[in-house]
C-alpha cells in the first residue's frame, strides 16, 4: 500500500511582533531569516515514497536571535535531510535524533562564534517512512492528529509546570549547550491511516486557540487550505499577539484508486475484445 500526502502551510507574523521569528521545513521550501511570512497560504502533494518531513520552528532570543535561530536550525535541517534521506527509510527514529543534535550543535555554534548569550528554537516535525509516521518535537511547538473527529495531541509540552507571570521556560528546544540539559526529543510511531490529519503549528495559534476551538476547525468538510485560512483568520480575529505557522497535512491512498481505475479499464477492454471477436464470427 502506498499513500500521497496533501498538505497546506502558511506563517504570518501576526499583529503585535514587527518581524517573524517562525520558520517551516515543507517539501524543501522554507524562509530566510529576515521575513514576515508568507505572502499567503500555499497547498501542495507528495507521495510518501519520496520521505517527506514536515516541520515548524519557533525561533527565541533578543533583538533579531529568535529568527536567526530558526533560519539556522531549518537550513541544517534541509542540509542534513537532503544528504541522509535513505537513513529516513532504514532507522527513521535514528535518523530524526540525529538530525536534531545536528541542528542544535548549528544553533549553539552560531551564538558562540557571534557572541550571542541566548537564542535558541523550538521544533515540531512529521516524518513520513516507509513503515510509519513518525512526530517529535522539542520545546512547545505542537503536533496534533485529527482521526475519525477525535482530535489528540501527539507531542509534548517541554515545560516546566505553568507560569502566573507570563509563558513557563522550555526544558527542551535548539540551542541547548553541553553544559546545559542533554537534548531529548520526543518521538513516537503512528501508523498510515488515510483520511488522518496531522497539524503542526507554533504556540501562535495553541496560545490564542483551545483544543476546542482546534478540534471544531480541523473536523470540518472542507479543504486544507481553507481549513488553515480559518485557523489563521481566527488567530488574527483573537488579537494576532505572535508569529503564527500552520502546517495541515492529510494522508490519501493512492494504490486502491490506482487499482479500481485499472480494474475498470482492464474490464473494459475484456468487453470490447469479446464484442470484436462476436462480429467477426
Known sequence: MTYEIEYAYTSHVGKIRANNEDNFWCCGESLPA????????????????????????????????GEIAAETAVREFGRFYEENKEKLKKSPEEFLEDICDSMNRQVVRYGEENRIGSMGTTTAFVAFSRDGVYVG??????????????????????????????KPPLTQYLGITEEGMVLEPCITKH????????????????????????????????????????????????????NVTIILCEIKETEKRFWRKWKKHSGQNKLEGKQHEEQNE
Open 191 to 242: 501508523p498510515y491511516v488515510a483520511g488522518d490529519r496531522y497539524l503542526l503549528c507554533s504556540d501562535g495559534m495553541t496560545d490564542m486557540l483551545s483544543d476546542g476551538e482546534i478540534a471544531d476547525i480541523l473536523t470540518r468538510e472542507i479543504s486544507l487550505e481553507e481549513t488553515v485560512s480559518v485557523f489563521l483568520d481566527r488567530v488574527l480575529e483573537k488579537g494576532g499577539r505572535d
Open 137 to 166: 518535537n522539542l520545546g512547545d511547538s505542537r503536533v496534533y492528529c485529527s482521526e475519525k473527529d477525535r482530535l489528540q495531541q501527539i507531542s509534548v509540552d517541554h515545560v516546566i509546570g505553568r507560569s502566573f507571570l507570563g
Open 34 to 65: 529576515q521575513n514576515f511570512g508568507t505572502s499567503g497560504i500555499f497547498a501542495g502533494n507528495t507521495s510518501q515514497k519520496t520521505l517527506p518531513v514536515l516541520a515548524v520552528f519557533d525561533g527565541m532570543g533578543g533583538e533579531s536571535c
